[in-house]
């Protein structure tokens, strides 16, 4: 529901907006209090929104496990336990099928991966306005802001920097164990020697070095992508609601069909990720001579 | 919608997260599940073998049943030809027993008949000597039919 205050287009940009923590133009530091002073702020600042749900999700998350972790038995399981085995062993099996190597990181990598994006993912699902409406509630009477100022993205994979941060995250991880398997020459072999033998270098170095780049980028991006389309289209449904009863009931059928629809994708991109992380490792652990 | 330090902290988060995961997550519960997967295996693995001995037990149970039986057969077969043998055995004794009271009491027979033949042969002429004493009165010469009568008696 748009705010009467707001036209359309001002709720859709207040709700693409992150809640920036960063150094004003005067030097101070401080929440940015709209988009051009968030943009001012350069690159050290911090979207506080995204920064703390991702953290919260990612809390819970290990939490959770944690906690089933602490009292696990090898008898007959028991609820909670019964539900970590089964997502535990879906994610080692995932492991074994594309992993051939022998790497006790990788499964608890894939695990984090597709739980944790799975969670980050899930806000999309969310009533569009709950979260922001209770950030602004608080933001107004607990922190005393300008409700307008109060920004707030529930779903952190919908922000760059955190799908950019696991895709970097994952490629520090691809470039240690190809330098730790192959050897800092095989490495520096494979991206310049290869496809077109010693006598085109250049143009094996421009190819593979493109091919690895995209690695994380294809990740980050892809990502990115859908959840911030999928986000963009429950906004877009959202504004319907105030467009009288037809197109209110119009928008609530298509809130159904899109909420039902957005769970596949969740649920997909989670897997994409930790399927591509785990194949990208395994690239990386295999020597090509 | 912008790049900021935000990649950074991100990129700390999920470094923290996955070491977490890998120290204090994943081993416990792939531990449990590797033990209970061993648990269920020694499980079948000792039923298969309850079973074999199972089987084993009834096989040799079945042998010793057989072997009972064919002793027991064996032990009736002896006690039948024993007793054949005794029955045989007390015939055969008896055959003999009768045979030799037989022959003693045939032998005591002919004693008895010779002592009575000896008896009657000792009186024998004293009382024919007194008949014939008798019917001829004293004229017979004692002596002389005496001697008569003996040769007669051992003719006997």
């Known amino acids: 529901m748009a705010s009467e205050a707001l036209t359309s287009s001002q709720y859709i940009k207040h709700h693409l907006q992150n809640l920036t923590f960063g150094q004003h133009h005067d030097g101070s530091w401080g929440l940015a209090h709209d988009a051009a002073e968030a943009a001012d702020m350069g ?22 496990f944690r906690s089933v972790a602490k009292k696990v038995e090898a ?10 085995e089964w997502i535990i062993d879906f994610i080692n099996d995932s492991v074994r099928g594309s992993f051939s190597g022998r790497n006790p990181l990788v499964a608890p990598l ?17 009533p569009i306005d709950l979260v922001p409406e209770i950030a602004k509630f608080v933001g107004v009477h607990v922190f005393g802001m300008d409700p307008h100022a109060v920004f707030f993205k529930v779903v952190p994979t919908t922000d760059p920097n955190i ?6 995250g994952v490629f520090a991880l691809v470039l240690f164990y190809s330098i730790k398997i192959k050897g800092l020459g095989g490495f520096v072999g494979e991206l310049t020697l290869e496809p077109f033998g010693k006598w085109a270098i250049p143009a094996n170095f421009l190819l593979e070095g ?12 892809r990502l990115f992508g859908n959840m911030y389309a999928g986000e963009m289209i429950f906004i877009l449904i959202a504004i319907m609601f105030s467009a009288g009863a037809v197109m209110a009931s119009l928008g609530g059928l298509l809130q159904i069909g899109w909420a039902i629809f957005h769970i596949l994708i969740i649920t997909l991109q989670a897997f994409i990720f930790m399927t591509l992380t785990i194949v990208y490792l395994d690239m990386a652990h295999q020597e090509h001579h | 919608m912008n790049l900021n330090a935000t990649i950074i902290g991100q990129m700390i988060a999920f470094a923290l997260f996955v070491a977490f995961c890998m120290k204090y997550v994943w081993p416990p519960i792939m ?3 590797e033990d209970r997967k061993k648990k269920i295996a020694d499980g079948l693995a000792a039923a298969e073998r309850g079973r074999h001995e199972q089987e084993l037990a009834e096989k040799r149970a079945q042998q010793v049943i057989h072997e009972a039986k064919e002793q027991a057969n064996e032990i009736i077969s002896q006690a039948q030809r024993r007793g ?54 004293r004229e017979i010469d004692k002596q002389a039919h005496t001697n008569l009568l003996d040769e007669l008696v051992s003719q006997i």
Request: no cysteine; charged share 20%; hydrophobic share 55%.
């Open chain 2, 84 to 137: 054949n043998e005794i029955v045989d055995e007390s015939k055969d004794n008896a055959r003999v027993e009768g045979d030799r009271i037989l022959v003693s009491a045939k032998a005591e027979i002919e004693q008895e008949a010779n002592r009575a033949k000896d008896e009657l042969r000792s009186q024998v002429g004293s009382i024919a000597i007194a008949g014939a004493a008798k019917i001829l009165d």
């Open chain 1, 43 to 64: 690159f050290w600042a911090i979207n506080v929104d995204s920064m703390g749900m991702t953290l919260l999700l990612g809390g819970l998350l290990m939490w959770f």
């Open chain 1, 163 to 168: 799908t950019f941060g696991m895709a970097f």
């Open chain 1, 110 to 126: 894939a695990f984090t991966i597709f739980l944790w994006i799975f969670l980050m993912n899930l806000m999309d699902l969310l």
């Open chain 1, 210 to 221: 493109v091919n690895l780049i995209a690695k994380p980028i294809s990740l980050a991006l």
């Open chain 2, 31 to 33: 531990a449990a599940l």
């Open chain 1, 75 to 84: 008898g007959v399981p028991s609820g909670a336990q019964n539900f970590a």
